[in-house]
């Protein structure tokens, strides 16, 4: 009666060794499928800058690095002489309205060959 006890036990065990291999078989083919779908992503543009406690601005050096792993589908609202506006000098700085933003509406889809 043992002997059928363990043999039932391991038959047991391989069964459920066999489910734990298939569930992580499936689980790898789950994160090799390429995802697809869009993102509307809209953020403050202009020259690179911290407005401290209250934003950034990206511009040519932040900017692409927000954008890495994604396509962008369309702008809506990009005007790309804002991308290039110079920083402006510490005189005009009380003059400048950093609570006043561009933010144009990017549209953007997940880089296929970053995912493959």
């Given at each position: 009666?043992?002997?059928?006890?363990?043999?039932?036990?391991?038959?047991?065990?391989?069964?459920?060794?066999?489910?734990?291999?298939?569930?992580?078989?499936?689980?790898?083919?789950?994160?090799?499928?390429?995802?697809?779908?869009?993102?509307?992503?809209?953020?403050?543009?202009?020259?690179?800058?911290?407005?401290?406690?209250?934003?950034?601005?990206?511009?040519?050096?932040?900017?692409?690095?927000?954008?890495?792993?994604?396509?962008?589908?369309?702008?809506?609202?990009?005007?790309?002489?804002?991308?290039?506006l110079?920083?402006?000098?510490l005189?005009?700085?009380?003059?400048?309205?950093?609570?006043?933003?561009?933010?144009?509406?990017?549209?953007?889809?997940?880089?296929?060959?970053?995912?493959?």
């Amino acid at each position: 009666s043992s002997s059928s006890s363990s043999s039932s036990s391991s038959s047991q065990l391989d069964c459920s060794c066999e489910e734990e291999e298939s569930k992580e078989e499936s689980e790898e083919e789950e994160e090799e499928e390429i995802i697809n779908g869009i993102a509307f992503f809209s953020v403050p543009i202009g020259s690179d800058l911290l407005v401290w406690n209250l934003h950034r601005q990206y511009g040519q050096l932040r900017l692409p690095l927000l954008f890495k792993g994604w396509d962008i589908l369309d702008r809506i609202g990009w005007e790309e002489n804002r991308l290039l506006l110079p920083n402006k000098s510490l005189e005009n700085e009380k003059s400048y309205n950093f609570r006043k933003t561009y933010n144009p509406v990017f549209v953007l889809s997940p880089s296929i060959s970053d995912q493959l």
